[in-house]
């Protein structure tokens, strides 16, 4: 990236499983021990240097968002926006929203998640309930982060398609599974999805979607860069998820791969990858 631009990482988490050893359930087995402790904004400042953050939710209560927001909040921390959780399922979600922005740092609230990775029904993102309150998510000009594994790419197609005034984010390029070699169908729908104007992608999360031990920056190229070739520069974005990302790589190991995949983009191109993208997308 340029020297005058300022990297932008579109896709971090901050936690503390010390003071909440069982807020995060997903954290199911020996697997997660290298991820528990402290993962705060220093730890997360010493590990990115100088950048500008997107922290993303880890758990579903708002709870942990107010907690982000805090953080964002100071102006000695990385964090610029958060992505935060409100319950698409419960009654008003605009004000939902509206209290979350109320609060302190609210105005860093720039998007919602939900781990619909976990949800059984691979429809849920169709359910009525869960339609309405993505609407009001676009008239509150929020976006919504899709965290979705293959079998729910289908249906955020769908949804995407419906709401075309909600901006969408596909986190990890919607999890293909690299430590297979499965390239079909997660490829066509990658493509589906790239076609609605409305939808981004974060080059995230693929050295966990790969095998932890043995993965090849090689073996990933092929899916970061069909995700940049059908998604385009002005909406891709990079993101560490960090410290997830460090089961498999270290932080700067995550920013290599995706210098990689950016190899054949100009400069300002890169920029967009690495920073104007992310900020644009989420309005900060």
Not at 60 to 86: C, F, H, K, N
Not at 158 to 166: I, K, M, S, T
Request: proline fraction near 7%; hydrophobic fraction near 45%.
């Amino acid at each position: 990236m340029s020297e005058a631009a300022r990297r932008i990482d579109a896709h971090h988490h901050l936690w503390d499983t010390d003071a909440r050893p069982d807020a995060y359930g997903w954290m199911d087995g020996p697997w997660a021990d290298p991820l528990r402790g402290r993962f705060g904004p220093d730890e997360l400042a010493r590990a990115a240097g100088p950048v500008d953050t997107v922290a993303v939710q880890a758990r579903t209560d708002t709870e942990e968002t107010l907690e982000l927001l805090a953080i964002a909040a100071d102006p000695t921390t990385p964090v610029a926006a958060v992505v935060g959780w409100i319950d698409l399922t419960a009654p008003d979600p605009a004000g939902r929203a509206a209290a979350l922005r109320a609060a302190p740092g609210g105005e860093h609230l720039v998007g919602v998640r939900h781990f619909v990775q976990d949800e059984a029904d691979p429809q849920w993102l169709s359910r009525p309930d869960v339609t309405r309150s993505l609407a009001a998510l676009a008239a509150a000009g929020l976006t919504y982060d899709l965290l979705v594994r293959e079998p729910q790419l289908p249906a955020a197609v769908r949804v995407a398609e419906r709401h075309p005034g909600l901006s969408f984010v596909l986190d990890h390029l919607g999890k293909p599974a690299i430590g297979a070699g499965a390239w079909q169908p997660w490829a066509d729908t990658i493509e589906r999805l790239a076609a609605l104007p409305n939808v981004s992608v974060k080059l995230s999360g693929l050295v966990t979607e790969a095998h932890w031990r043995d993965w090849t920056t090689a073996r990933i190229l092929p899916y970061a860069r069909h995700a940049l070739a059908c998604f385009g520069p002005e909406r891709t974005m990079f993101g560490s998820d960090w410290p997830v990302c460090t089961l498999a790589a270290s932080y700067d190991t995550v920013v290599s791969i995706a210098d990689h995949a950016c190899a054949e983009l100009s400069d300002a191109e890169r920029d967009l990858v690495f920073g104007t993208t992310a900020r644009r997308v989420y309005g900060f």
